[in-house]
């Protein structure tokens, strides 16, 4: 990039009719821009939400559940999670984008009705831009926006999902600084930072989709080295994060509280069920374990196990999962206490925690009260819950237990 401009202006078009698909996108725009008396110009850089871009290209799914939407757009699960509001997933797209529900979107759009994003956001930013090019005689640049929020950093912010004849990324590795320090790893994002200013004019509530952007000519490239916003996706074996780092796979070991007691909120059964499936997967790689899970759901074996144990644990627990193995001998037994390890692991990933009630006056009655397959021997009762405020991390006492000779 070259010495930047000591000026810039950006320019919201308002007036932009509702798109609908097989509309002429760059005949709504040319409307708008001259209701806005704006002429575009060599050098510009022309802002634009995906969404418009869409809804023209006919990426509007009406009648369909939006859960099954995202999942067809994904190709990848990153996080997920369940609040009072809903469920909420921070998938990757079949784009490389990591970002909330895939990009679908119900807002600005008939009840009833998802907006996905473009299938080539880059192709759709090289058609407009050839459009214009056409319909104005400007040599002019095209960026595709959409929102997403920052894992480190609270609020949302528009990024580059698709470019057209601008620098996508300003790779400044190699070069030095006023001072003669070498830049070794600064690569600028210039289309995220071009999509941000611009939704500094298409607030979410203006309806102004699109924006015009001055003064930055020396940004945009010449024919052939146009690679898109391409270039800002970080390739999966560059990617950090991706499964998690190991200080984050160490403190789901070891920051998992010694339970004192549970809070009186309730426990989402589907979060105990999805945890005891995962930690039964990662336990059978090779042979089926030994390990036997129940979750106690009805609320009849609930009360006869409760009654006949006798235990403030139990009463208190707001889920209770009966450990069972299938065998006698001492493997089963070690095979078990490493799938509740594990369940543990699983189940502080959503805020739970849980606690192991070993053999207790309730465990025949646990057996009869839930009909349990032939085989299943119950060993322990785990209570699980959120933990209360004053449960103290593990490691505070795994630490006292460590000595180096």
Not at 183 to 210: F, H, I, N, Y
């Amino acid at each position: 990039m070259s010495t930047p401009a000591p000026r810039v202006e950006i320019v919201g078009v308002p007036g932009m009719p509702e798109v609908r698909p097989g509309d002429d996108l760059v005949g709504l725009l040319a409307a708008g821009l001259a209701d806005g008396a704006i002429h575009l110009a060599d050098g510009d850089i022309v802002v634009v939400t995906s969404k418009i871009v869409s809804k023209a290209e006919g990426r509007v799914r009406a009648g369909v559940d939006r859960e099954e939407a995202i999942d067809a757009e994904s190709v990848r699960t990153v996080a997920e999670w369940t609040t009072p509001n809903g469920r909420t997933r921070i998938v990757e797209t079949r784009h490389g984008f990591v970002m909330a529900a895939a990009g679908v979107d119900a807002s600005n759009v008939e009840p009833g009705s998802v907006v996905l994003l473009p299938l080539d956001p880059d192709a759709s930013a090289r058609a407009l831009r050839e459009g214009l090019r056409q319909r104005f005689g400007a040599q002019v640049g095209v960026v595709v926006t959409d929102t997403a929020g920052r894992a480190w950093r609270n609020g949302v912010v528009d990024f580059a999902v698709g470019t057209a004849g601008v620098q996508a990324v300003d790779d400044l590795r190699g070069r030095q600084d006023r001072y003669g320090n070498d830049l070794g790893v600064t690569v600028v994002a210039v289309a995220d930072e071009l999509a941000a200013a611009s939704e500094l004019v298409r607030t979410k509530l203006s309806q102004v989709p699109v924006a015009v952007v001055r003064g930055l000519a020396h940004l945009l490239l010449p024919p052939g080295d146009d690679t898109g916003a391409s270039a800002l996706v970080r390739p999966s074996a560059e990617d950090r994060f991706r499964l998690g780092t190991p200080e984050a796979m160490r403190a789901a070991v070891t920051e998992r509280p010694v339970v004192a007691g549970f809070t009186a909120r309730g426990v989402d059964h589907a979060l105990v069920r999805r945890a005891l499936t995962a930690t039964l997967s990662a336990a059978q790689p090779l042979s089926r374990s030994a390990a036997r899970f129940v979750l106690v759901e009805s609320e009849a074996a609930r009360a006869a196990i409760v009654e006949a144990g006798d235990d403030d644990g139990l009463r208190s627990a707001p889920a209770l999962v009966l450990a069972c193995t299938s065998d006698d001998d001492e493997h089963a037994l070690l095979e078990l206490g490493a799938a509740v390890e594990g369940l543990a692991v699983a189940l502080w990933a959503d805020g739970l925690a849980c606690a192991w009630l070993p053999s207790t006056p309730a465990l025949p009655g646990a057996a009869s009260s839930l009909d349990l397959p032939t085989g299943w021997r119950p060993a322990g009762i785990l209570a699980i819950g959120r933990p209360t405020p004053d449960s103290r991390p593990s490691s505070t006492t795994a630490a006292d237990a460590v000595v180096t000779r």
